[in-house]
């Protein structure tokens, strides 16, 4: 629904484009038929067809161009948040007033065929460099004001630069189906290429990894709470950190799994939403003397330990029990270890 409805907007706006040139042009041939000859009907009528035929042309040809430029101009608008509008706009205002300082002078002294092509140029290149640095120097120009960017306009509308390991992961997938991931999700046109390098590996055990990131980026892509933009990049190099210069630029959230990731990009003041730490926080919790009943599945790394493991995936290693395997029993914790991948319980048999 969503892409005809972009579809007929476009279409409207080329017709709409076409019929003013169709309008000027054919308006514009009645002129030049009368005022350059015999006003016959003939000539009259011929002027302005060739005139409209032409306005046809370059009406669809300046339309096209036209809704590509404005469907472009609302894409990157949607991407971006309140704030970096905000900011980017004060920085063009500001380039035009230095821009108006500068070219008054010149208009003053030099021939208006001098003058006005040298006044533009000023305009346009002081104009988009106001643009750039006020857009990439947003937060620090925030924070001379004494204002937080990310507080600012934000709105109900997140934007999330996703990461490889989400995809492959999978359960990015299950959090935005329930609405705790919603918004946009910017996936860098590195992560596709990662993804499909991956899938293409000689390695079964990698291809399927790729494979399963592949499919659910297409279910990301169905899913009509979120909008999923392709974000094109070259000479991106490395893709870490270019998801990091995006999530900066874009004033966005990384997502990732990537426990190396997370900390570069908490390193430079960029929001992380980390996959793992979210299902750490959700695990049951658990305490020196709580009792625990688990299914012991595999002997452990030291003599006499069986590891078995709670619904939510956490490992636990009891003590003195490698010969009770396959068996459930009741265990108590004894002590927990905490790694950046999740956490470890030790346990002993319950007496």
């Known amino acids: 629904m969503t892409e005809r409805s972009g579809r007929s907007g476009t279409s ?23 005022r350059t000859g ?11 067809f060739l005139g409209a ?3 046809f042309v370059l009406g669809g040809i300046f339309g096209r161009l036209t809704a590509s430029t404005v469907t472009g101009i609302e894409k990157e608008l949607r991407r971006r948040s309140a704030a970096d509008i905000a900011m980017g706009v004060a920085g063009v205002l500001v380039a035009f007033a230095i821009s108006f300082l500068i070219t008054m002078p010149i208009l003053l002294t030099l021939p208006p065929i001098a003058s006005w092509p040298v006044t533009i140029f000023v305009y346009l290149v002081l104009g988009w460099l106001g643009y750039r640095v006020a857009s990439t120097r947003q937060e620090d120009l925030y924070a001379l004001m004494g204002l937080k960017p990310r507080t600012i306009g934000r709105g109900s509308v997140d934007v999330n ?11 990015i997938v299950d959090l935005a189906a329930t609405g705790f991931l919603e918004g946009t999700f910017l996936i860098h046109n590195g992560v596709l290429a990662e993804l499909q390098r991956i899938a293409d590996s000689s390695d079964a055990g990698r291809r399927g990894r790729g494979r399963r990131g592949l499919d659910n980026l ?20 490395d ?10 630029e874009r ?20 929001p992380v939403r980390s996959i793992n730490a979210l299902a750490a926080a959700l695990r049951q919790p658990v305490a020196p003397g709580d009792q625990l009943r688990v299914r012991l599945v595999k002997e452990g790394r030291e003599h006499g330990q069986a590891v078995g493991y709670l619904e939510d995936g956490t490992m636990v290693v009891v003590e003195e029990a490698s010969d009770m395997m396959g068996s459930d029993v009741t265990v108590e914790v004894t002590n927990m270890l905490q790694t950046p991948s999740g956490r470890m319980v030790f346990a002993s048999l319950r007496a």
Do not use: C, H, P, Q
């Open 38 to 48: 015999e006003s016959t009907t003939y000539r009259v009528l011929l002027g302005a």
């Open 161 to 171: 630069v996703i990461d490889t390991s989400v995809l492959i992961d999978g359960r």
């Open 53 to 55: 035929a032409v306005g």
């Open 251 to 270: 004033g966005a959230t990384l997502v990732t799994a990537d426990v190396n990731l997370a900390k570069v990009a908490e390193a430079v003041s960029v």
């Open 218 to 237: 297409a279910r990301l892509r169905k899913d009509s709470r979120i909008d999923v933009a392709l974000i094109e990049e070259e000479g991106y190099g």
């Open 12 to 34: 409207r706006m080329v017709d709409v484009v076409r019929l003013i040139f169709i309008a000027l042009l054919a308006t514009a041939g009645f002129e030049i038929a009368i």
């Open 239 to 248: 893709v870490d950190a270019a998801l990091v210069r995006l999530a900066r």
